[in-house]
């Protein structure tokens, strides 16, 4: 009871920095939104045409998705690695406060934020034409992947700010998973690509779940891999927590100034 009481403090200490940090909003909310503006009104003409009979707004809504939560994980860790870098992580550890809340306060902290981040970028999807297919159960689906996915990458932050020598490298790794959103289905079908760029896409962890969020949204069912994307966002989760608390355990604490 006390660690769920420690990593609650944990968490509504972190999104109170990120609720009063104007360059956070616009990295993890704003930036987003602009993608999906230029995505749809200036490149929407274009690569509509690959998409079929789904609406280029609806084909993209998926990618748009996680490049939104790849922002806000970039956050998480260059947060977690600055409060490294200030000793407060050290000062915490002296602290009467459960070893496990530290993290997993900043964890859960960052998971809602992006689930919030993501909600907003629906929101203006549909003014923009979005639309979807899903009834009410396709879409408690569809957010129940989405939490998974945060999740299991914001863990995979925490294990990279854990790791970085400086906040500047600790979200540079976000710039991989950004990299697997754009080599992907996320905004044109794997069809349209080169033999050799094609059976990369198919076969990394960002294709299924991008094609299970999508066929949640346009078709109302899960799709044919399903299972895959939550194998993928399962070990995910699993592998960069137990890396990130063994990190945490193993690191030196850095002693705050006076």
Request: glycine fraction near 8%; hydrophobic fraction near 55%; avoid cysteine.
């Amino acid at each position: 009871m006390r660690a769920l009481t420690d990593m609650w403090t944990m968490t509504k200490r972190s999104l109170r920095h990120t609720t009063r940090s104007l360059d956070t909003i616009i990295t993890v909310v704003l930036t987003p939104i602009a993608l999906l503006l230029l995505f749809v009104y200036v490149f929407g003409d274009a690569l509509g045409s690959q998409t079929g009979s789904i609406e280029y707004v609806d084909f993209i809504m998926p990618g748009v998705i996680i490049m939104t939560v790849g922002s806000g994980i970039a956050y998480a860790a260059l947060r977690l690695s600055m409060d490294l870098q200030k000793g407060i992580i050290g000062r915490f550890r002296t602290m009467p406060v459960a070893p496990s809340s530290v993290l997993s306060g900043q964890a859960l902290s960052s998971t809602l934020s992006n689930l919030f981040s993501s909600a907003l970028v629906l929101v203006v999807a549909f003014f923009v034409g979005f639309r979807s297919a899903g009834g009410v159960e396709a879409w408690l689906w569809f957010f129940g992947l989405l939490a998974l996915f945060t999740l299991a990458t914001t863990w995979m932050a925490m294990f990279f700010g854990l790791l970085a020598k400086s906040p500047e490298g600790a979200g540079a790794f976000a710039y991989i998973l950004l990299l697997l959103v754009f080599l992907s289905p996320s905004f044109v079908p794997t069809d349209s690509m080169t033999p050799l760029l094609r059976g990369f896409a198919e076969n990394q962890p960002i294709t299924p779940i991008v094609e299970t969020m999508r066929s949640l949204l346009t078709e109302g069912t899960s799709g044919p891999d399903a299972w895959v994307a939550l194998a993928w966002s399962v070990g995910i989760l699993v592998v960069f927590y137990t890396l990130a608390l063994r990190m945490y355990r193993r690191r030196e604490p850095v002693v705050a100034a006076q």
